[in-house]
């Protein structure tokens, strides 16, 4: 809902500085080292960093660190696509093998019919949270690919969205072989460049010769650094841009354009901009719907434009309101960074634009009742157990590993989070670390439950 409007473009410098004691408070709560915030609010840009780089080399933290943005990487993937559309080089809706014949995968039928729209608005339907290491050469995702034949296929082709980031891996070979670049080159020449984003990096050699930040993990005793920093070569077009503050308000006055640069060069149809930003495919209360990469929801009335993202104890938020010419990127350094930029993210729409997420109505459910939802649910990154307790269903996540690198151990698992069940079997955590997390239940054709998807996946139940 609406509330009433907070500020005008008069007292935009007010509101930075309200939201940036928001962010300092939160800081605290959360543990979280450092974090750079950017907004773009009544045609001025404000930026603000706070906090440190690291615990064990701090230095502060501004506007130009550079940190993780993790998988908003995928909408540069997107972006640097559609430039190679609109030149005929690329096709949405052609099967990815008229561009990689070799492609295999575990559904033939799949591999055969997957396109490059099924990639960007993931529906592939294989198993998504694949992270691995095929070496540092200009050959690591044509590699990756061709290991994506192993992938358990989840759920038919086009059907059910849930996250996918090695859907990405595909997508940036195809840039390679359209553009005749390396990924890494086309997006700095198809984005980064023409955009002025010049502390916009994905090789650490490039990032270590300016102040950038480094991951931490806060547990329930003590908060440590991330190791590895970076993420394989493999993996870049689903996550590793590294960015600052300042770059990310850049990249945002460009989606909320008409597809110019600040030259004014043409980079894109301000049709092909629409057609990324206009929700296609329901993409569950998570994140609504997705468009071209990006997520989009309205509230009351507003357009919300969104992509955010998660690396070794990196956090990152990105946000605009096309119609307001609003954005925000919250960058931080910790593993709870994810409740901070959720925090700051729902405070600022408040303040600045007057906008409250609803939640949907609550379904009132005996324990009884409740038990139908009880079980275990499989997915590549974790498992999640349900189980009702004094009446209400608490959710147990237990890490599996697999990320940063296939072999990696997995962490300590968070508490217990109580959650609420809502309309449309949608569930909302309660508890920290999920605070406001949500997800649903999803049914088979015989109206028993089969996965819970939740954090944008879709977890199998097993029992």
């Given amino acids: 809902m609406r509330m009433a409007q907070a500020g005008t473009s008069r007292d935009g410098s007010a509101l930075f500085q309200k939201l940036g004691a928001f962010i300092q408070s939160e800081m605290a709560r959360l543990s979280v080292p450092g974090v750079a915030v950017g907004v773009q609010y ?40 559609m430039r190679l559309v609109e030149e005929g080089k690329l096709d949405l809706d052609t099967p990815v093998r008229r561009y990689i014949p070799s492609l295999e995968l575990q559904s033939e039928e799949t591999a055969a019919r997957v396109t490059l729209r099924h990639l960007f608005n993931h529906t592939g339907g294989w198993l998504g949270d694949y992270f691995d290491d095929t070496g540092p050469g ?45 990924y890494e080159q086309a997006i700095h020449d198809l984005v980064f460049a023409p955009l002025r984003m010049d502390r916009s ?36 077009p689903a996550g590793a841009v590294a960015s600052t503050a300042r770059d990310q308000l850049r990249y945002a006055r460009f989606q909320m354009g008409d597809g110019t640069n600040p030259n004014g060069e043409r980079l894109l149809q301000r049709a092909t901009m629409d057609e990324m930003q206009a929700p296609t495919t329901p993409a569950g209360s998570n994140s609504g719907a997705v468009g071209i990469t990006w997520m989009v929801n309205e509230i009351d009335g507003t357009k919300l434009v969104r992509h955010g993202g998660a690396t070794n104890g990196q956090m990152s938020a990105f946000l605009f309101a096309p119609d307001e010419g609003f954005a925000i990127t919250v960058l931080t350094n910790a593993n709870r960074g994810v409740e901070l930029h959720g925090s700051t993210v729902n405070w600022a729409l408040r303040e600045y634009l007057g906008l409250v997420e609803p939640e949907p109505p609550l379904l009132e459910r005996t324990a009884e009742q409740l ?47 109580r959650l609420t069940l809502h309309q ?10 999920y605070k406001g997390a949500r997800g649903e239940f999803l049914r088979d054709t015989d109206g028993a439950i089969e996965w819970l998807r939740f954090g944008g996946r879709i977890a199998k139940r097993e029992r």
């Fill in 42 to 81: 009544g045609g001025a840009e404000y930026l603000a960093g706070f906090g440190v780089t690291s615990i064990t080399n701090p230095l502060p933290v501004d506007g130009d660190t550079i940190f993780q943005i993790g998988s908003t990487t995928k909408t540069f993937t997107a972006t640097a696509a």
């Fill in 138 to 182: 200009d050959d690591a995702r044509a590699r990756i690919v061709e290991r994506m034949v192993d992938l358990p296929q989840l759920t038919p082709l086009g059907e059910v969205w849930s996250y996918n980031n090695a859907a990405f891996y595909i997508a940036g070979r195809m840039i390679e072989i359209a553009s005749g670049q390396t």
């Fill in 371 to 417: 038990a139908e939802y009880a079980g275990r649910y499989h997915a590549a990154l974790s498992d999640l157990d349900l189980t009702v307790e004094d009446g209400v269903l608490v959710l147990q996540a237990t890490p599996r590993g697999g990320f940063p690198l296939r072999d990696s151990k997995p962490g300590d698992p968070p508490p217990p989070t």
């Fill in 201 to 236: 990096f994905f090789y650490p050699e490039d990032v270590m010769v300016h102040r950038f930040a480094v991951g931490h993990i806060v547990g329930s005793n003590e908060t440590h650094v991330a190791l590895p920093w970076g993420l394989t070569r493999a993996t870049y």
């Fill in 424 to 433: 449309d079997e949608r569930v909302i955590g309660v508890d920290t670390p």
